[in-house]
């Protein structure tokens, strides 16, 4: 009992200022609240009340909607973009030189002789239909042209094509169990006039047997003969070593005449060995694996690297790679250079003068934009973290190919890293593989599955170029420019290198050295909460104050309620009790409000108040107007005196 | 409970009653301070500080405002399967030569003769000045009337090509070279004279510094006439067939052939090929980025059928542009070099402007009064040509020869337009000059496409392959064509993408509608404390109450003159209780419904003294928180008892 009388005691004491009925409540809450809307609504007459009510009601609507645009502009995560351009000692990049053409030919010869012999034996027939020279001493090795030969697809008649194998003489009417891959030529009606030889398609046929079969065509000769070649030494090369490879391929002495980085000489011993499938050895200068990377803080070509190049170009595999050249190649220090995408070539006989502005791109990673900081987070296992490198999306589309690779034809292809435990694709252990890696190449969904298991990095940088070029060594200086670097490099008196071998590049940072485009969140928790309190504040005046406040309303109906249903069940239990008084039983309120409200007594005037307490004297009096107008800032004492009684 | 109000708003009796009850019931802060505070000084303080703090509300919401139209810029890369651009590639000569003698023979005759004359030069050969003096005898007026002239030493005379004669050159002298530097050099200058047909003294003289350039320039004026009376058809046979252009083609790992590509008619470069330019409905799209897999062409570039003054330089041009995009070949386009393999790198770059009102540029080009005389889609380029097409229509009455015929519009050429050549140059001049307004009408697209080039050259083909390489092409070209072909005919082209990384630079309005309310609720909450309810407080009390005041006022004011007036200055009191008065003084009781008796009897008090002695009756308590009728009535009760 002590306890429920404490309780109610200090319920009333809660309910004191608020009041104990909603409406006062409600009125209470209008004149105290901070918000601006609610305290015009119960000062102004009834018509403006209404006016100020639908105000409030519009506003506070108002100010909900905006918050909802607000919170959803906070949730897209969006970012803003800031652009840095300028100077700033950076590091110079790193310089990955290669030659175009991948082994000396003098060493591969004599690994490349059959085929040699074959596609010149090949290239004979094509040329000279008539007169097939047939007195060669050796005989032909045609084990290795059995297995994807080149045939000439006379498409004169469209529908049943005509293949014609070179070596043989038997036209081969292709029958209907045969798919022609005509992706290309298929339909060359246009071109009835010429005698039509999609030349060289070249059939490649699972090991299951010869009826699954493609032809792969071409509409040049060069093309296909270039392709057969490249297909038919992978498999030869892929049976060799890696020790044997890079053996075989340019060694940097041999390679890199002369070397000067700004104004500090350097030599071949500065450039790391890296073996690339395309190119054979390539040099990495600056590539920051073992020390330190360089700085360059000048701009201009003097203070940048200055190479001579020597790419021999006499020493060509002549049906390997036709262009003749070096192939370099900027990048971050610590990644792969992936030349085939990002190399650019440098012309023989000629001084290539490089100017490199860094363009970054620093992005945010998630939830702000779908990238991967260091590709730990992407589902395909990268291949190239053997070499040490960085994930870049070359290296995880060419792993993603491999893997696909190794899983769909059993063996891993040449121009890309293996995986564990297993081996490159040849001819003689996967009969096959030619056939499978063709389809695998040509399926689009296979790419698309790798584009889209792969992420791009957050921070992409490029290295924009501005490439220019001169003759060198001029005419004048040729001479003696040839003398010594042949005397340097082989010790010798004699002349050893000739206009269409030596390069001489120069790499250097331009004026403006990096162009920075950098991210950040276009709205921070901090952007939102100002940006909540401005809608707040805009239409209402409100802060989080209030929102406390409209809380503790809740709380205070919700209290009200509580007191009205026990109010109203012990009513019942009163009014079962006095079912046979006459007079109607209390409200629940009305008994409420008699214990405490002194003011409230005037509802039934006539009836005699039942409640344990007397009436006392009514309310306040009026306010004294006379003292009120006199001196307005007094009138405030008396007021709030009385609230707080 | 209760809060008495000594007055509301605007039963106010004064303007500064209404004031001092504005100030103390205001939700803004400032100005109950000034009611508030005592003392003098402090209550100019508080003035002081409130109205500074309006300005400066007033400040920044001006710069909120003026800042509204801002664009913020966010770049964003996508790696993603890109479209493959559409590359066009032209011979950089633009006809057979042997195709065209039939049509230049004697401009070519003509030049060759200048060339003679002036410079001593020929070419050895017996038969062709035979065939100079052939034309002297034929006699063809047509190069007459625009004679490439030697001008000697600014001195005003010049010597004609052919007549060997001196004459005076009248009108202005144009140097077509440089305007700044003025070669002062006593030198012979060659040029050329424009005389408007219609006014033969007035000529325009257009003189070169360098023999070379004027030659070309004169001799280009001609084939453009001769070009002009070519119909189209004939003109793409005397050009390049794809055959001819293009050896072997290889993309994306396949092969392709000529079926590829999509001819294209440039009047400049005559026959020119696209690859992948969407007109069979299909965009070739690549996957992988490398050189393998993009587009490698060799080009045969037949150097034997160069016109040899038309164009001086031997090899490709080529383009790469979006499917809807005019390749402007002789604008932006890359030269390829023959005897080499150059190797394109693409990186591809998208860009969204805002349109108005951010920035001054188009979506679509509808918006421009300039007619696209192209069937691609708008753009800067596009937009100018055209221009200046309409302004030659307009002015000289025909088209010029390098830009597409407007409707009903016909080519220039001398038999038709005499005239047409001066108003050319002089039209041009004023274009470049910008005084045609192109430049002011034309704006830059919105959105466009871009891809950035990484052009690097190697040597092709290599010197060990070279021998197959040739004779395998020269197979490949067809058997018809009997010599084995030349390195020098031949350019290597490979067009790819260097990644498959998008970027997408876009600009992003920086501020919308809510954040600018925000930011207008920020500093009106920063400096006052002050909402929108406040301004409708503020527009309500100084605006609507304080000219009901003043009104009122004026209405009894006007009463009492007339009641004086009436009544004969008897002075008579206002009668008081008049429900009627009372209603008109104060339209605001009107609307309240509450008794109006003892506010009437009230009111007119305020004109003796601004604070009224005796208390003014409840009426304030009456309409007091209605909320509280319930309440009321007893408090009345106990007071009229």
Sequence with gaps: MNLKKYLVRALHRLQKGPGYTYKELLVWYCDNTNTHGPKRIIKEGPKKKLMWFFLTLLFASLVFWQWGILINTYLSYNVTSSLSIGFKTMKFPAVTVCNANPFKYSEVRPLLKELDRLIEAALERILQPGNSSEDESPPLDLELWNQIPLVLIDEHDKDNPVILDIFETNQTAVGNDTNVNNDAAGDNETMGNKIMNDFGAKPTCSHQGSDNCTYRNFSSAAQAVTEWYILQSTSILSKVPLHERIRMGYQAEDMILACLYGAEPCNYKNF????????????????????????????????????????????????????????????????????K???IYAMAGTETSIGVLVDELERMGYPYSDCTMNGSDVPVKNLYSQYNTSYSIQACLRSCFQNHMVEICGCGHYMFPLPEGVTYCNNEDNPG????????????????????????????????????????????????????????????????????????????????????????????????LSSLGGQFGFWMGGSVLCLIEFGEIIIDSVWITIINIIGWCKGLKQRRARARY??????????????????????????????????????????????????????LGPDSNRDTE | LKRTLPVRGPQAPTLSELMRWYCLNTNTHGCRRIVVSRGRLRRLLWIVLTLSAVGLILWQCAELLMNYYSASVSVTVQFQKLPFPAVTICNINPYKYSAMKEYLSELDKETKKAL?????????????????????????????????????????????????????????VFHKDSSIVNSGDSNDIIGFQLCDANNSSDCALYTFSSGVNAIQEWYKLHYMNIMAQIPLETKEKLSYSADDLLLTCFFDGLSC???????????????????????????????????EYGLQVVLYIDEAEYNPFLVTSSGAKIIVHDQNEYPFIEDIGTEIEPAAATSIGMHFTRSRKLSKPYSDCTETGADIPVENLYNKSYSLQICLHSCFQKAMVDSCGCAQYAQPLPAGAEYCNYKKNPNWMYCYYRLHEKFVKEQLGCQQICKDACSFKEWALTTSIAQWPSIVSEDWMLRVLSWDKGQKLNKKLNKTDLANLMVFYKDLNERFISENPANTLVILLSNFGGQLGLWMSCSVVCVIEIVEVFFIDSLSIVLRRQWQKAKKWWRNRQQGGLGKAPQAGDPERQGH???????????TFTTALRLPLPQNSPLPRTPPPNYSTLHLETAFTEQLPDTLELDQH
């Design chain 1, 272 to 339: 790391t060995q890296i073996y690339h499938p395309d190119h054979g050895n390539c040099y990495i200068f600056n590539w920051g694996m073992d020390e330190e990377a360089l700085n360059s803080s000048n701009p201009g070509a003097e203070f940048g690297l200055k190479l001579i190049l020597d790419i021999s170009q006499q020493d060509y595999i002549p049906y390997l790679s036709s262009a003749a050249g070096a192939r370099l190649m900027l990048h971050q220090q610590k990644s792969f250079p992936f030349l």
């Design chain 1, 341 to 343: 995408d990002q190399g």
């Design chain 1, 433 to 528: 593989w030619a056939y499978c890696y063709s389809s695998l190449r040509s399926s689009i969904k296979q790419r698309q599955i790798c584009i889209d298991s792969c992420k791009e990095t957050c921070n992409d940088t490029q290295y924009k170029m501005t490439i220019s070029m001169a003759d060198w060594p001029s005419e004048a200086s040729e001479d003696w420019i040839f003398h010594i670097l042949s005397y340097e490099r082989d010790m010798s008196t004699n002349v050893t290198l000739d206009r269409n071998g030596v390069i001489k590049l120069n790499i250097y940072f331009q004026e403006y050295n990096y162009r920075t485009i950098s991210e950040s969140a276009a709205t921070t928790i901090v952007w939102l």
């Design chain 1, 582 to 635: 006459p007079d109607a039983p209390p409200t629940v309120s009305e008994l409420v409000e008699a214990h405490t409200n002194l003011g409230f007594q005037h509802e039934v005037p006539g009836a005699v108040p039942r409640a344990g307490e007397l009436p006392p004297e009514p309310g306040t009096p009026p306010p004294n107007y006379d003292s009120l107008r006199v001196r307005p800032p007094d009138t």
């Design chain 2, 116 to 172: 003679e004359t002036f410079y001593g030069f020929s070419e050895g050969k017996s038969k062709v000045r035979r065939s100079v003096d052939d034309w002297n005898s034929t006699g063809s007026d047509f190069f007459q009337h625009i004679p490439l002239l030697k001008v000697e030493d600014f001195s005003r005379t010049a010597t004609d090509l052919h007549t060997g004669q001196k004459r005076k050159i009248e009108g202005s």
């Design chain 2, 257 to 291: 052939d000529k079926r590829h590509f999509t001819r294209f008619h440039h009047p400049l470069h005559g026959n020119c090929y696209t690859f992948n330019s969407g007109d069979n409905g299909t965009i070739l799209s690549t996957s992988t980025g490398g050189s």
């Design chain 2, 585 to 595: 003084d104060n339209p605001v009781c009107i609307d309240e419904d509450l008794p």
